[in-house]
């Protein structure tokens, strides 16, 4: 495997405190809790550059700090919304320089957790190099109309709108993958006990030819709402060039090629309340741009194939409803999907 793609977005986070030695906040009630950490995210997202963000948290130090006693993965939702504004805030800058180091802040605390706080780990990195890109939707909001059968542009606060790409590989890659994703959402499982049993990988699905056979290949699709479950416009996946650098227009084409990474978090289908890992897309290196075909796979390809993931951009949290356990789904397994 060569050196990762998406190395120049791993910025420094700021070694903010968090936490004050006169800290006087605390939750007895999961409800105000969670306000409050919606509070606090919907005005990380609002702020438009780092030295304002930096000193929102200085400000809100004790009530972070407060947020993250009371329920960890509250705090790492936090963390991870933080992480991310201040990467779309900081721009595209280079930092292949700078040690890796998955998430961690230096914080200041009367817990035993002092030290570093790590991002949540329900969310894995999974980055997919050089595939060929199909339905590409980066330029705008997308959302499928039934009427057309065609995936439309359209308001960022539409229903389902959202921002969308597939990419094609080999199937028995993908079946390693599929081993991967489903190990990940078991190990969810292990801190979340009111996740359904493993049934499958939202968005992945095996290519068939035109008879109806299974062929050798097999296609991923990951998606990011526009809008996200606080009523916030969220940020346009990031898309650059070669080079790192934004490219100047994102409405590319099928068969453009490049990197794609997703988020692959544990998720809940609406519809059945089956369990399985959703792929949230989250950045692209373009190394090759089409624009433009006199092929018709954009305008009229299999839209169910970029349409057919849980809508939440978020990954459940340790209190989410309760659902009843689902059987895994026939071929929903490590050998196969």
Known sequence: MTDDPFNFMDVPVAQSTFVDDTMNIRFTNWARADLKKRQVIASIEEHEDIPTLEK???????????????DDSMGSEIKQSYDDHKAMLTGWMTTRDIPKVAGSVTTHTHSSTKGQRMANPDFKKFVFKDVTFSWPRLDQPYRYNPSTEKSEACPANAQGAGYS???????????????????HYEDCMTRNSKLPAFSTIF???????????????AQFTAK???INAKGNENKMPTVVNAAHEPIADRA?????KGHIR???FPSTNPQDKSGGVSLLLDAVVVTSAEYGSDGLDDDFGAPEEVDDLPESDNAPSHTQQAVAPQTAQNGATAGGF
Do not use: C
């Open 262 to 264: 997703v988020q692959a």
């Open 165 to 183: 790409l597939a990419w094609t590989m080999p199937y028995v890659k993908a079946q390693a993958i599929h081993a991967e994703m489903k190990a």
């Open 203 to 217: 968005g992945l699905k095996r290519v068939k030819d035109d008879q109806g056979n299974d062929t050798d290949m």
């Open 56 to 70: 929102f948290l200085i400000e809100e130090d004790l009530l972070i700090d407060a947020i993250y006693l009371f």
């Open 224 to 226: 990011k709402g526009a």
């Open 252 to 256: 590319l084409w099928g068969g453009s």
